[in-house]
């Protein structure tokens, strides 16, 4: 069964960091490319990252550029998002997705002081 679990959220303070984990099960996540993506209240699900399955090239919103870094550990069938500076705009449920898995539960993180 396919299945892609969200970890590593909460609540943290403007200029915090979080590290968001993404754990894929049913399926080799080294032969896919993967994303992180993210909902905040009353807006749409938009792209955050993105991660080949090739040679490892991401790719950043302008909104999180310089801010967060992606990466994947294909031993562990598993992708990070590392998200320094946070600020309350980043404040979201996250999502992985491979294009083509259902949608996990996500995991929630508000930035607030």
């Known amino acids: 069964q396919v299945q892609l679990v969200e970890s590593g959220g909460g609540l943290v303070q403007p200029g915090g960091s979080l590290r968001l984990s993404c754990a894929a099960s049913g399926f080799t996540l080294a032969n896919y490319a993967i994303g992180w993506f993210r909902q905040a209240p009353g807006k749409e699900r938009e792209r955050v990252s993105c991660?080949?399955?090739?040679?490892?090239?991401?790719d950043y919103a302008d909104s999180v550029k310089g801010r967060f870094t992606i990466s994947r550990d294909n031993a562990k069938n598993t992708v990070y998002l590392q998200m320094n500076s946070l600020k309350p705009e980043d404040t979201a449920v996250y999502y992985c997705n491979t294009g083509g898995a259902p949608w996990g539960q996500g995991t929630q993180v508000t930035v607030s002081s």
């Open positions: 991660i080949s399955s090739s040679d490892g090239s991401t």
